[in-house]
Every structure is written in C-alpha cells, then in structure tokens.
C-alpha cells in the first residue's frame, strides 16, 4: 500500500515538474511578422551620421512593425526572386541565423517567412552577454553561424567568412537603430559556453556575436 502511495506520490511529482515546462513552451506561438515599410527611414547620410553604440535601454518593448523593419533591415529577403539578402555572405551560403531573445522567449528569425519561429519560451537574455545592460535591453539579437551550410571550407575559412558575415548584418541593425533613433551595442563579452548550453545549440552552429536593440533610458 505505503509503495503504491510513493509511487503516486512521485508520477504527481513528475507531472508537476514537467508540465509547466510544457505548458509554457506550448504558450510561445510563432509570430508573422508586418510587412516592412520601405518608406520609412531618414537619408543615409544623416543615419550615418549618427551610427554609435549605446548601451543604456529603457525597458519599454519594441512595437511589432518597428522589430519588423529592424529583422528585415538586418537580414531580410530584399530579392524574393533569388531569395538574396539585405547582407552580403560568401559565397551566398547565408549560414548566419539570427536569434530574438525577448521576455517572452527565443524565437530564430526565418527571412524567407519574415516571421519568428519559437525556440525557448525562457526569458534568455540575461545569459546573451556578460553586461548588466542586457538584461534591460527588450531585444538581444543573438548572431549563430550554421557551420554545416559553409560546405567543405576549413574551419579556419568557416571562422572568418561567418565573422565577416555577421559585421554586415550588424551594421545594418546598427544603420536601422541610428535611422528610427533605438540605441544599440553589438557585443563579444559573452559567455559563449553558457549561452549555447542554455540556446540548445548543435555543435556545428557557433555564437558569433550578440546586438541589443531598444529604446534609449531616458
Ligand atoms: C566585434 C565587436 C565586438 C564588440 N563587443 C562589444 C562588447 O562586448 N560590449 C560592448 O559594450 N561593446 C562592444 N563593441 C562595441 C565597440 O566597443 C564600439 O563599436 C566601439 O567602442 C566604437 O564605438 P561606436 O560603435 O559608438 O563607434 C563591439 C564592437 C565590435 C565591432
């Protein structure tokens, strides 16, 4: 009797600890994104003008079409036709993939849907780099290198295109930010082996580097 009491005692146990991790991974829906304005912006010159980095964020959340222009600035499909980019990649191999760590969860930016692909329904950002800032920042864009779609280049090659890649997608982010006035730091200092752990990655896919996106404190 007492061994059937522990046995139910420990399934009610189990099923306590993992549903929650299942109800809330449930909770985190794709996300379609809007349509980006190609309209909107200010003359090049003036954005260039005033590209920096900052690294002090209001809490406040990015309005859906502002995340929108931003992912589609950074790395979207700009030529439905061949399905090129925004950025630049050697060889057109497009292995970089951008992550969206947000509050609500990790999503991966698929370009081709222009839509938010749910990952993780944890709040990561904190782990995306080793700057207390980013933990405020609403968006940190996490920059990953999909090593397996560089095809038999060495991985002294895969290194260097895959950072050179991310530089350009950076900028562009850094371009959007300095246009629509979002503060922005793209970032290094991060613990690289935590955040693969905790983002689940396969071990051909590389964090390159991290972005926060959000509005500046005021
Ligand atoms: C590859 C790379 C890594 C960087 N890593 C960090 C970082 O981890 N943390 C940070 O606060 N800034 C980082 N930065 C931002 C630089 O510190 C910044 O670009 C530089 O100080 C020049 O300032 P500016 O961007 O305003 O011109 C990085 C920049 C680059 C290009």
Redesign the pocket.
Same mark, same amino acid.
Do not use: E
């Given at each position: 009797m007492k061994t059937r009491s522990l046995q139910a005692a420990c399934l009610v146990l189990a099923i306590l600890l993992i549903f929650p991790t299942m109800t809330s991974a449930q909770e985190l829906k794709p996300v379609q994104l809007l349509e980006p304005q190609m309209d909107s912006g200010r003359p090049l010159m003036q954005v260039l003008k005033d /590209? /920096? $980095?900052s *690294?002090a964020f209001s809490t406040e959340k990015l309005p859906m079409q502002v995340l929108s222009n931003m992912l589609w600035a950074a790395f979207g499909v700009n030529r439905p036709d061949s399905g090129k980019r925004t950025a630049p990649s050697a060889s057109n191999r497009q292995e970089i993939d951008i992550y969206v760590a947000t509050a609500d969860g990790l999503y991966l930016y698929d370009a081709k849907a222009h839509a938010l692909e749910p990952v993780l329904a944890e709040d990561i950002r904190a782990v995306t780099? *080793?700057?207390p800032f980013v933990q405020e920042a609403p968006v940190n864009l996490i920059y990953v290198a999909d090593f397996s779609r560089m095809g038999k280049a060495t991985d002294d090659k895969k290194v260097f295109y895959s950072a050179a890649d991310t530089?350009f997608i $950076?900028q562009n982010v850094?371009l959007y930010c300095a246009s629509e006035g979002l503060a922005t730091?793209?970032?290094?200092?991060?613990d690289k082996p935590a955040l693969t752990k905790v983002m689940k990655l396969r071990p051909d896919q590389r964090v390159i580097?991290a972005q926060s996106v959000g509005y500046p404190k005021q």
């Open positions: /590209r /920096r $980095s *690294r780099g *080793r700057q530089g $950076s850094y730091v793209v970032r290094g200092l991060i580097l």
